[in-house]
């Protein structure tokens, strides 16, 4: 069992970064990969970053170059850096775990999800 919190959304500029976390609480010790989601008012959830227990990653196309997963196993956290923000990466950002060591980028393989946070790029 995880449960997991989502924190550092919130507004920002075009060009401009910020940075998500999700700390995540474990019942019992086990692996586990992470992803990011995201989800536009009126669009589907949509992938965005995934990253292994081991700390292999990938990110989506549309993200590739501005955003960055990263993870702390000592602090059971999850990172996404947000560089060069667009009005487009406008969207509620949803962290996510699965009982798996390795990752995906199917939204219907992670068992537990954050509540999460809202991100708002100006143009």
């Known amino acids: 069992q995880v449960q997991l919190v989502e924190s550092g959304g919130g507004l920002a500029q075009a060009g401009g970064s910020l940075r998500l976390s999700c700390a995540a609480s474990?019942?019992?010790?086990?692996?586990?990969?992470m992803g990011w989601f995201r989800q536009a008012p009126g669009k589907e959830r949509e992938f965005v970053a995934a990253?292994?227990?081991?700390?292999?990653?990938t990110v989506a196309d549309s993200v590739k170059g501005r955003f960055t997963i990263s993870r702390d196993n000592a602090k059971n956290t999850g990172y996404l850096q947000m560089n060069s923000l667009k009005p487009e990466d406008t969207a509620v950002y949803y962290c996510?775990?699965?009982?798996?060591?390795?990752?995906?980028?199917?939204?219907?393989?992670?068992?537990?999800w954050g509540q999460g946070t809202q991100v708002t790029v100006s143009s």
């Open positions: 474990l019942r019992t010790f086990s692996p586990y990969a």
């Open positions: 990253i292994s227990w081991r700390g292999t990653s």
């Open positions: 996510a775990a699965r009982s798996s060591q390795f990752y995906t980028s199917n939204r219907n393989d992670y068992n537990y």
